[in-house]
């Protein structure tokens, strides 16, 4: 089982990112799908998850109206977009599905 995040940047306060995770060797559809973040000197934390259907999508009240969480099965991918991007938003973004972690990407909002 692999899980690959992608997208992460630096971009100015008040931007857009989008985040993907791609899993290969394991079939997403049936799955929670979750994301993550951890910011130095922090402990991981959760920010978002999404249900096996995509009909619950969940967030954590410090990205909830600016981050939205969605899945595409037949892609096994599942992606973040975020807007209104903050300083505080900074962290290294991973992705998790069952017991697997990705790498993560780091996303870094800076001016």
């Known amino acids: 089982v692999q899980v690959v995040e992608s997208g992460g940047a630096l971009v100015q306060p008040g931007g857009s990112l989008r985040l993907s995770c791609l899993v290969s060797g394991f079939t997403i559809s049936s799955y929670v799908m979750s994301w993550y973040r951890q910011a130095p000197g922090k402990e991981r934390e959760w920010v978002a998850g999404?249900?096996?259907?995509?009909?619950?999508?969940n967030y954590a009240d410090s990205v909830k109206g600016r981050f939205t969480i969605s899945r595409d099965s037949a892609k096994n991918t599942v992606y973040l977009q975020m807007n209104s991007l903050k300083p505080e938003d900074t962290a290294v973004y991973y992705c998790k599905i069952e017991r697997y972690w990705g790498q993560g990407t780091q996303v870094t909002v800076s001016s």
């Open positions: 999404i249900s096996s259907s995509g009909g619950t999508r």
